[in-house]
Structures are given as structure tokens and as C-alpha cells.
């Protein structure tokens, strides 16, 4: 079974080029466990681009082989050090789990 692991995160700043530079920020951080988190079979992370006043901020999509590995994930070191800077700058946090 491989599980999907979405989330998708409303930045806290009022500022449309500050959300817009922190979500990149967020996206580099994210994309960059790739390789780092052994749990993680794929990992895709992006800044919104468009309509920013409506869309949320950045969306993260990664895939794992288990809930196991996705616990695993979540307590990496390197992830818990991106997940340390994202609550910094968040306001609103969603996130679905489905297998694929």
C-alpha cells in the first residue's frame, strides 16, 4: 500500500510578496527532504502562483509505503526542522492521507 500525503497551508502574513516569499521558502524546505527522510518515496512541494487573495499558500504532496513510514515522517529530524520554521509563518493547516 502506498499512502499520499497532502497538505496545504494559509500563511499567516497580510503581505502578498512576504506570503508569496515565505511559501517559496517553505516549497525549497520541503522539497529538499527528497533524499534526506528515507521514508519518503516522492515529494512534491509549490508556492501558489496564482490568485493569491483567494488560493491558499503552498501545498505539499508526498508518498510513503505506510502509515508506519509516514509516522516515521513526521519525526525525522530534517522534517521536524522544516515543520519548526512552517509554524512560524502559518496561520491555517489542512492536510487528507489516501492510498494510491
Given at each position: 500500500m502506498t499512502l499520499r500525503h497532502v497538505v496545504t497551508w494559509k500563511l499567516a502574513s497580510e503581505d502578498v510578496a512576504e506570503r508569496g516569499a515565505q511559501?517559496?521558502?517553505?516549497?525549497?524546505?520541503?522539497?529538499?527532504?527528497?533524499?534526506?527522510v528515507p521514508q519518503l518515496l516522492s515529494v512534491s512541494a509549490g508556492a501558489n502562483t496564482l490568485y493569491p487573495d483567494a488560493n491558499w499558500d503552498v501545498t505539499l504532496i508526498a508518498d510513503v509505503e505506510s502509515?508506519?513510514?509516514?509516522?516515521?515522517y513526521?519525526?525525522?529530524?530534517?522534517?521536524?526542522?522544516?515543520a519548526g520554521y512552517i509554524r512560524t509563518v502559518v496561520a491555517?493547516?489542512?492536510?487528507?492521507?489516501f492510498e494510491v
Open positions: 511559501a517559496a521558502e517553505v516549497a525549497r524546505r520541503l522539497n529538499a527532504l527528497h533524499g534526506v502509515v508506519e513510514a509516514l509516522e516515521q513526521q519525526v525525522h529530524p530534517a522534517h521536524e526542522e522544516v491555517s493547516r489542512v492536510a487528507v492521507d
